[in-house]
C-alpha cells in the first residue's frame, strides 16, 4: 500500500494490505537498538496495535500497545529499557484494529556493531502462509566540524593581537579573547588542539579549570565549553616580540574533532601577529641668535629619541620616540639639505660614542648612535639656510612645491577670520599646477582671462588668494613672480601679505614697478623681509598672494599673476633622522633647530631708585631725542608723548607717554614709564623692566 507495509492476504477482506487479526510482522534491525520511532497510518483513536521486542538471542524484552488517534497517523517511541533487535506487531488482543506501519527509525545502542542498510520482515497470514522481504536503509553518516568565525577577513587571520600591546602594561592589544564551535551529531571521542588531546569531559571541566597552551608563539588558554551549543571558549597572548621580517605573520593552530564513530573534522584558528613597528617625532630646539654674542653662549643640546632637552632651552619641543616591541630601536642615520649619513659609517668616534657632523657653513649640528645631539653657531653673521621652492625657469610645477603646504581661496572667500587672523580652514579653491609658468588658483569669475593664474575680477573686486605655509618661520622670503605685465593697462599689481606662526598678521607689501625686481616685462623677484622699529627680523610662516585693480582698469581684465619660485630662509636649520628597530622596520622625522633672540632680564621687584628729569631735556619738543652721556640718566616727561632716548651707562628711565629707549654699549638699566615704551637693550648686561615710574 502507499500508506505503508503491512501483511498480504490475498484471501482476505477489503483489508487485504493491513495487519489484521492472527497476523504478524516481523522486523530485524540488524543489531540491537535502544528505542525505534514509528509512524502508524490507519488508526483511529480507541484502536490498538501491540507490539512485543526481542534481544539479538530471541528473548522476549519488552510488549506493548499503541493507540489510535482521531487523524488516523500516530508517531510512537519503542523503547522497552533495554536493548532489541527484533520487533514483531499484531492486532491488540482488546479493541485490536487493522494497521499499516509507514516508517521506522531507529538509534543503535548496546553491543551493537556496524551499520545496518537493511532489515528483514517476514509476514505470516491466518492460514499460517508466510514471506520474508527486506527492507533498505539508506543511512547518511554524520562528520564533525570545526567553525571558526572570521574576525580578520582582509588581513588573512581569524583573530588580530599586536607586537605593540608588549611595550607597556596599559596597552593589551598583545591578547585576544574568542571562541570557535565544535559540532559533532555522533558525539565527541575527543579533541586535539595545536598537538594537545582533551576528552568531552575535559572540555566541560574548561569552565572551572583552564587549560594553557604554548603554540610557540603565544599561550592558548581555553577557558570554557558550552555541552549543549559546542561554543569552545579561549584567549591567545603573545609571548614576545617575534624574530621576522618587516612584515606580519600567522601563529596558526591545529583544531581536530574525533566523534564517536571515528569520523573526524578540522579546522586552523589563524592568529594574525601585527608587526610593531618605530615612530620617530619631530623635534624642536632653540638656540640664542648669533649676532653680538660669542659662540660658547649660542649652544643648545637635547636627544631626539627620548625627548629630553638636556640644557631646557626656551619654547622648545622635543618629543619622546616611540620604540618598537622588536627592540632594538636604533637611530641609524641623519640627513641634511638632501645629503644621508649612516652609523655604519660614522664621521667619528669620542667619548659620547659614534656620531654624524653636519657643517651648515656658520653652524654644525653634531648628533650620535644614542640620540644625543648638540647644535652650536660658529659664525656671528649666521643666517640660516636658504631653500627653494618651484622653479625661476618655466618648468613642470607639479612636485617642485612639496617642502611647503599650499592652500586656496576663491573670489569672495576670507582667508582671515572675524580677529583678523589667518582662517586656513575655510580655503575653499584649487591650485593650480598646469602652467609651467608657475602656480595660481583654478578658476575664474566674470570672464577675467587667466583661469590658472591668481586672478583679480574688476567687476566685484575681489581676489582669489594662494596660502604658501613654510611650515616653521622664516625671517625673509624672494618670491620670483610671472606674467605680472609692466605694460599691460599701464600695469599689473600683486600683494602679500605675512602671517606669523599663530595666524596673527605681521606685514603685507605690494607687488608692482616699485617692489620687484624685473628680469623681464612680466618676471621679477619680490623681497619679503620684516623688520620691527629697532631693526629686528620679524619672522612668519605663512605668505599670502592676492592681485589687486590694474592701474587703469577695465571691465574685461585686471591684474594676474603666477608664483613662479620662492626662496626662503628659516630661523634656524632642518635636519631628519631615521630610527630602525631589529625587524628593519624604520620611521623619520625632523630636528629643527630655531634662532631666537634673548629674552630680557624681568627684576619682579625692582628697588627703585629716584631720578632728576634731567635740565637738557626739551620737554616740549615731541619727538626729541636725548643722548645721556657715561654715568647720566635719561628721562622723558609726561609732556613729551613720543619720544626717543639713547641711554650711555647707568640708569635710564622713561616716565609717561610713548617713549622709546635704547641701551648703547655699556651695562645699563632701562625703566619703562607709563606710556607703551619700547625699550631696546644694547651690547652690555641691559636690564629692563616693566611698565612703571620709580618712586
Known sequence: SKDGIGVE???????????????????????????????????????????????????????????GEADKIINATIAPGTNYQYLVFERAATNGKDFLIDGISFTRGGTASGTPDRFDYTLTDSDGDSDTATLQINTVNSIPSVDITDHDPAGGGDEVVYEHGLTSIADTTETVSSSLTLTSPDGIASVTIAGQSFTLAQLAALNTSPVSIDTGEGTLTLTGYDTATGELSYSYTLKAAQAHGAGDLLDSIAVQILDANGDTGSGTLNIRIIDDVPVAHDDLDTVLDAYGYASSQVVTTGNVLTGIDSDSSPDANLVSDTMSADSPTSLTSVSYQGTTKYFTSPDGTDAGGNYIQFDTGGSFLKMYEDGNYTFQITDEAYGGTLYQVGSKTPANMAGLWDKVSLAAFTFGTSYTDASGKLNLAAADGTVDFSSQNGIGVAGTQNGMPAPQQINHDSTTNQSEALVVDFGIEVISAKARVS?????????????????????????????????????????????????????????????????????????????????????????????????????????????????????????????????????????????????????????????????????????????????????????????????????????????????????
Not at 493491513?18 to 484502536?47: H, P, R
Not at 594676474?560 to 631615521?578: C, K, M, N
Open 9 to 67: 492476504n490475498p484471501g482476505g477482506n477489503k483489508d487485504k494490505e493491513k495487519i489484521q487479526n492472527n497476523e504478524y510482522l516481523v522486523l530485524d534491525l540488524g543489531g540491537e537498538v535502544a528505542s525505534s520511532d514509528l509512524v502508524l497510518t490507519d488508526f483511529k483513536a480507541g484502536e490498538y496495535a501491540g507490539w512485543r521486542a526481542f534481544d539479538a538471542s530471541g528473548s522476549q524484552v519488552g510488549s506493548g500497545s499503541i493507540q
Open 483 to 695: 606674467n605680472i605685465f609692466l605694460d599691460e593697462n599701464n600695469g599689473e599689481i600683486g600683494k602679500w601679505e605675512a602671517f606669523g606662526a599663530d595666524g596673527t598678521k605681521v606685514g603685507e607689501g605690494i607687488i608692482d614697478i616699485n617692489s620687484v625686481a624685473y628680469v623681464s616685462n612680466n618676471v621679477g623677484d619680490a623681497s619679503i623681509e620684516l623688520l620691527d622699529p629697532s631693526g629686528n627680523t620679524i619672522p612668519f610662516q605663512y605668505l599670502v598672494f592676492t592681485s589687486v585693480a590694474q592701474t587703469t582698469p577695465i571691465p574685461t581684465d585686471s591684474s594676474d599673476y603666477f608664483v613662479r619660485a620662492i626662496d626662503y630662509r628659516p630661523i634656524g636649520e632642518l635636519f631628519s633622522y631615521t630610527i630602525t628597530d631589529a625587524d628593519g622596520d624604520s620611521s623619520t622625522a625632523n630636528l629643527f633647530i630655531q634662532s631666537r633672540l634673548p629674552n630680557p632680564t624681568i627684576d619682579p621687584d625692582p628697588i627703585w631708585t629716584p631720578i632728576t628729569v634731567p635740565t637738557t631735556w626739551d620737554d616740549n619738543n615731541v619727538g626729541a631725542n636725548y643722548v645721556g652721556g657715561s654715568g647720566d640718566q635719561a628721562a622723558a616727561s609726561a609732556n613729551n608723548q613720543a619720544s626717543t632716548m639713547y641711554g650711555d651707562s647707568d640708569t635710564d628711565v622713561t616716565v609717561t607717554g610713548n617713549d622709546t629707549l635704547f641701551g648703547y654699549n655699556q651695562n645699563d638699566t632701562l625703566y619703562g614709564g607709563g606710556g607703551d615704551d619700547q625699550l631696546n637693550g644694547g651690547a652690555g648686561n641691559d636690564t629692563i623692566y616693566g611698565d612703571s615710574i620709580p618712586a
